[in-house]
């Protein structure tokens, strides 16, 4: 059976990010797969990557637990806002924190090379924009989506990831939102059936 895991990096939660979770959930629990969440609005832990690399900074019972859910999955599905080109400061200090050396993944001694610790997964992203995600693609690059897919998880390993970019939110209609929920429900239950 399927272990996914969705990771909300919405730090408001009254946000559109917010149902996109649960229609995606929705999907996944028709597939028949096991679940788990991370709202990383609700975790208590310092964003701050403080010391770098330099010295380890001691993790937060509610990182520690974010980490075994991590661990424990097989599909990882990532739901953001495209904020100024990135994702939100606290998915920024999340990730920060929680994928370290040893972690996620180990840099090799006297090389420049490292090895990716979580292997074996797979991962969705799916990001909301105030954009059409045409433009975002052809014009502006989508810079968030490689940052996220090559620079964060194929670096520690984790393929495929596939990507569902959701715009122009602003100004967008209830029956526009409404057919992307159940467009998202759909995802989840292809992402997750056996």
């Not at 992203?125 to 996220?148: K, V």
Request: include cysteine.
């Amino acid at each position: 059976m399927r272990k996914t895991l969705i990771i909300n990096g919405h730090p408001d939660k009254e946000s559109y990010c917010f149902s996109l979770v649960q229609a995606y959930k929705k999907g996944v629990v028709k597939a028949g797969a096991e679940i788990k969440e991370i709202t990383i609005a609700d975790l208590q832990f310092n964003p701050n990557l403080q010391f770098g690399y330099r010295k380890r900074t001691e993790l937060e019972p509610d990182l520690l637990e974010a980490w075994e859910k991590i661990k424990w999955a097989d599909h990882l599905v990532w739901v953001y806002p495209v904020w100024w080109g990135s994702y939100p400061a606290v998915m920024k200090g999340f990730l920060d924190r929680l994928f370290l050396p040893g972690f996620a993944f180990s840099k090799r001694e006297n090389s420049l090379w490292w090895d990716k610790l979580l292997k074996g997964k797979s991962a969705r992203i799916i990001s909301t924009l105030d954009q059409p995600a045409w433009f975002y693609t052809l014009i502006n690059r989508r810079p968030s989506y490689w940052a996220m897919k090559r620079m964060t998880l194929n670096f520690c390993g984790i393929k495929p990831v596939r990507a569902t970019t959701i715009g122009p939110l602003r100004l967008s209609k209830p029956s526009w939102r409404e057919n992307w929920l159940r467009k998202t429900e759909q995802i989840g239950f292809s992402d997750n059936r056996k």
